[in-house]
């Protein structure tokens, strides 16, 4: 596992927009790209980069298609809070990407349990994920894996703890009642099966998840420990999130990166 560490949030987004369109420009191959998504505000910034490098001619989305991560049980893709949502406001309205390279779990399935199938059938279509893009929550989830899910997990409806409900209300008013109980979700091995994994992790209410992630052992407690055992993971994080690492720990992936290379 990687683990870069960047000064800010602002230089750990540009590292992660550099590394995403750097693989996509790399890419030569007739079929797509295809990259799979997070929501949340870890990305934004991420987001903000990509587009900034698309509008500027620096790449371009029109041979990549994506998958997001999660959406919420019961929200229509129009409420402000759905993923769909989030998606088109932070991202996708601001690149060239076709629409139906688009593909985002539907909150509204008449059967969830079909649509999760219907979803994994689909990545697998285009031969898997290349490069997975996420954030995790401070409890250490992984899309909406939230601990003790099982790390061999598929995509599925997950039920929302009530901290990760606490924790996603800030996002609906502060009134916990208006967030959905259940979500959709791609599963734990759906994440660790792309060739690559990225994950953001910013700031000092992440830094216990970050040090599972690193340092504590492999464990369905912290689902984002899962990438311990993915031959190409990265994390790329900020200082405030390092400060439950150790020392040595910490002084060993500054160090090690000086020499990596992108
Ligand atoms: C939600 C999403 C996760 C995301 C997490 C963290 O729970 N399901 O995919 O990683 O929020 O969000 P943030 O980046 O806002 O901390």
């Not at 390279?101 to 059967?111: F, Q, S, T, Y």
């Not at 899309?143 to 409806?157: D, I, M, W, Y």
């Not at 791609?186 to 998840?209: C, F, M, P, Q, Y």
């Amino acid at each position: 596992m990687r683990v870069v560490i960047q000064d800010n949030y602002e230089k750990m987004c540009k590292w992660a927009a550099d590394y995403i369109a750097a693989k996509i420009n790399a890419h030569k191959e007739d079929r797509p790209f295809v990259l799979g998504l997070p929501t949340g505000s870890s990305p934004i910034g991420v987001y903000k980069e990509l587009a900034r490098k698309n509008a500027a001619g620096e790449i371009t989305f029109k041979n990549v298609v994506t998958f997001n991560m999660d959406e919420y049980l019961g929200l229509p893709r129009e409420h402000d809070q759905s993923y769909w949502y989030f998606m088109h406001d932070n991202f996708f309205d601001h690149i060239d990407i076709p629409a139906e390279n688009v593909n985002i779990l539907n909150g509204m399935a008449e059967d969830p349990v079909a649509e999760c199938a219907r979803y994994e059938a689909k990545i697998a279509s285009y031969g898997g994920i290349d490069l997975f893009l996420g954030g995790i929550g401070v409890d250490g989830h992984l899309a909406f894996n939230e601990p003790f899910t099982s790390l061999g997990s598929r995509t599925g409806v997950r039920d929302l703890t009530s901290d990760t409900i606490i924790v996603n209300s800030r996002f609906f008013g502060y009134d916990t009642s208006k967030v959905p109980t259940q979500a959709l979700s791609v599963g734990v091995g759906t994440v660790t099966d792309a060739k690559e994994v990225l994950i953001l992790i910013s700031g000092h209410n992440k830094a216990r998840a970050l040090a599972a992630s690193v340092e504590g052992g492999v464990s369905q407690k912290w689902t984002c420990s899962a990438l311990q055992l993915h031959p190409a993971a990265i994390i790329a994080c900020d200082e405030a999130a390092c400060g439950e690492l150790t020392v040595d720990t910490y002084k060993y992936f500054l160090d090690i990166e000086k020499k990596e290379r992108l």
